[in-house]
């Protein structure tokens, strides 16, 4: 994977988000894409030695496509300018589908590296479960958020479209009600690619991706409805 080239093609590609340009430049990005699959691929093979479940994902449907869903939103910019892939058992490529845990992975037109692991915003069946296995066991729950090496990657778990008030039919005094109205269980971080290499990138992903493990472990074992 050529990281520089890949940063470079997205940058061209913020500038000039247009059919005309993207049809002018796609041998390059069919390099792009078969090199990110390779990536992606690799990532998977290395990733199940110590989660064995995701040994089976298919790497093409781990890949999202670039094309953007223009129907419903006011920008209407056809093209994504990231490359990203979201990488879990089921084969789902959103945890919003109520697939479980993901890792996902995105490298983006400003030169930047972002990835993150666990649910974002599941579904209302899935998100009652993780709430219900957060109240039944707390304390393999409070492991994960204390877990060291966790922190110190991806900092706490994130709060966005947190509620306001405790979840309806959830005890407001309960203690660890603020994370009760989490609408997501996800850590996610990023940093900057000047100078990183494929491998760079490579080992950055898999450290961080191991050191969540424990996170998705304890996400599947919520029940799944």
């Not at 340009?21 to 390779?38: C, G, H, S, T």
């Not at 890792?103 to 998100?127: H, T």
């Amino acid at each position: 994977m050529h990281i520089a080239e890949l940063s470079r093609f997205l940058f061209e590609l913020s500038d000039n988000n247009n059919r005309a340009w993207f049809v002018m430049n796609k041998p390059r990005y069919d390099i792009l894409r078969a090199e990110f699959l390779q990536m992606v691929t690799r990532l998977i093979q290395e990733l199940s030695k110590s989660d064995p479940a995701i040994a089976q994902c298919d790497p093409k449907k781990a890949l999202f496509r670039i094309n953007r869903d223009v129907r419903f939103g006011k920008d209407k910019s056809p093209y994504k300018t990231y490359f990203s892939a979201s990488i879990l058992p089921s084969g789902r490529k959103k945890p919003s589908e109520g697939g479980g845990p993901a890792y996902y992975f995105q490298i983006s037109e400003d030169n930047r590296l972002f990835f993150a692991v666990g649910e974002y915003m599941p579904p209302s069946d899935r998100l009652k479960n993780i709430r219900l296995h957060l109240i039944e066991d707390e304390a393999s729950f409070k492991k994960v958020i204390k877990n060291k090496a966790l922190k110190e990657c991806f900092g706490e778990l994130q709060e966005e479209g947190k509620l306001v008030r405790p979840p309806k039919g959830y005890d407001p005094e309960h203690a660890l009600i603020e994370y009760l109205k989490l609408k997501s269980m996800m850590v996610w971080t990023e940093c900057q690619l000047d100078g990183m290499l494929y491998e760079d990138v490579h080992k950055k992903l898999v450290s961080g991706f191991k050191t969540a493990l424990p996170l998705v472990s304890w996400l599947r074992a919520a029940s799944f409805s």
